[in-house]
């Protein structure tokens, strides 16, 4: 029989200075994963509440006097003695000069650094939801014609959509889109096509994996610096997913959808199970909307991916 594994609830804290950057401690030797660096924070004793054992925490790791601020999410992390989840907020108002009060070394980082850093695998999470898009744009067949899906399709990235996924299946016209599409996004949102790694080599873009593909690859298909993604359903695409070194995957469906109208959905706590055996970000997919990015985020996601609740509606007279 399988032992129990104890739970524990860690409260951190992604502390930004007046310049924009990013509080790390680094994890002393006689610490588990000594050497990583984290998020400060600690454990939460029974009795408190989050803001009072993060506070608390401050107090004794950095020697601040700390203003709790807004929820960023939660991360469910499954490690070999225990169920971690890492509650994470944000601070942005203190008293007193932090500084390392265990024998910690302590750095300030700039956002677009923080990959450069050794992390545990529950801080990895919280990472990619501070830098990354909370909503990925699956787009529809352009059933309506070209034109007015580009149209659509702008309008998404000018409400503010800055993760898409091109999926439409390659032949002359497709490719003739995917290149329009490009020049649609610009600058404005990363864009990764839908299993077509050659063309997304040819058009400098990301790929988004199919699960079939995940097996296949023997390495990442594309260089760093250009994001690799792929559709898992399971533990085992996921963990593939992450062998392979994708930027991110979704999983699910999450919820019965009428595009997958046979797939079981898998339900919430299905998901973060899954969630917990791996440290790269994770999309919910199905049946789920922009509404639904801070519940997805209670479970450890990066937030929501859909077609038809992210996909402009036509505008009417």
Same mark, same amino acid.
């Given at each position: @029989?399988?032992?129990?594994?104890?739970?524990?609830?860690?409260?951190?804290?992604?502390?930004?200075?007046?310049?924009?950057?990013?509080?790390?401690?680094?994890?002393?030797?006689?610490?588990? @994963?000594?050497?990583?660096?984290?998020?400060?924070?600690?454990?939460?004793?029974?009795?408190?509440?989050?803001?009072?054992?993060?506070?608390?925490?401050?107090?004794?790791?950095?020697?601040?006097?700390?203003?709790?601020?807004? $929820?960023? @999410?939660?991360?469910?992390?499954?490690?070999?003695?225990?169920?971690?989840?890492?509650?994470?907020?944000?601070?942005?108002? $203190?008293?007193?000069?932090?500084?390392?009060?265990?024998?910690?070394?302590?750095?300030?980082?700039?956002?677009?650094?923080?990959?450069?850093?050794? @992390?545990?695998?529950?801080?990895? #999470?919280?990472?990619?939801?501070?830098?990354?898009?909370? +909503?990925?744009?699956?787009?529809?067949?352009?059933?309506?014609? =070209?034109?007015?899906?580009?149209?659509?399709?702008?309008?998404?990235?000018?409400?503010?959509?800055?993760?898409?996924?091109?999926?439409?299946?390659?032949?002359?016209?497709?490719?003739?889109? /995917?290149?329009?599409?490009?020049? *649609?996004?610009?600058?404005?949102?990363?864009?990764?096509?839908?299993?077509?790694?050659?063309?997304?080599?040819?058009?400098?873009?990301?790929?988004?994996?199919?699960?079939?593909?995940?097996?296949?690859?023997?390495?990442?298909?594309?260089?760093?610096?250009?994001? %690799?993604?792929?559709? *898992?359903?399971?533990?085992?695409?996921?963990?593939?997913?992450?062998?392979?070194? *994708?930027?991110?995957? %979704?999983?699910? #469906?999450?919820?019965? =959808?009428?595009?997958?109208?046979?797939? /079981?959905?898998?339900?919430?706590?299905?998901?973060? +199970?899954?969630?917990?055996?791996? /440290?790269?970000?994770?999309?919910?997919?199905?049946?789920?909307?922009?509404?639904?990015?801070?519940?997805? +985020? +209670?479970?450890?996601?990066?937030?929501?991916?859909?077609?038809?609740?992210? $996909? #402009?509606?036509?505008?009417?007279?």
């Amino acid at each position: @029989m399988t032992p129990l594994l104890r739970s524990i609830h860690v409260v951190a804290a992604v502390i930004t200075d007046a310049r924009g950057r990013i509080l790390l401690n680094r994890r002393t030797g006689d610490s588990d @994963m000594a050497g990583l660096w984290e998020f400060p924070g600690g454990k939460r004793e029974p009795g408190e509440t989050s803001e009072q054992a993060l506070a608390r925490e401050l107090h004794e790791e950095l020697g601040i006097e700390a203003e709790v601020g807004e $929820w960023l @999410m939660d991360v469910p992390q499954l490690y070999p003695d225990k169920r971690l989840r890492l509650e994470v907020r944000h601070v942005r108002q $203190w008293k007193g000069n932090a500084r390392g009060r265990e024998g910690q070394a302590i750095t300030w980082v700039a956002p677009e650094k923080l990959t450069r850093y050794s @992390m545990p695998p529950a801080d990895q #999470p919280a990472v990619a939801a501070l830098m990354q898009a909370d +909503r990925y744009l699956v787009t529809p067949e352009p059933a309506a014609g =070209t034109a007015a899906w580009l149209e659509r399709l702008q309008a998404a990235v000018e409400g503010g959509i800055r993760r898409v996924q091109l999926r439409t299946p390659r032949s002359e016209a497709r490719i003739a889109l /995917a290149h329009d599409a490009v020049d *649609c996004v610009g600058r404005h949102a990363e864009l990764l096509l839908n299993r077509d790694i050659e063309l997304a080599r040819e058009l400098g873009v990301g790929v988004h994996l199919g699960s079939e593909q995940l097996l296949q690859l023997e390495r990442r298909p594309l260089p760093d610096g250009v994001p %690799v993604a792929a559709s *898992c359903h399971d533990l085992a695409q996921l963990q593939a997913a992450q062998r392979l070194g *994708c930027d991110f995957a %979704v999983l699910g #469906p999450v919820r019965a =959808t009428a595009s997958h109208p046979g797939a /079981a959905p898998l339900g919430w706590e299905a998901f973060e +199970r899954m969630r917990e055996q791996v /440290a790269l970000p994770i999309y919910a997919i199905g049946g789920l909307a922009a509404d639904d990015v801070d519940a997805a +985020r +209670r479970h450890g996601a990066q937030g929501v991916a859909a077609i038809r609740a992210l $996909w #402009p509606h036509p505008v009417t007279g």
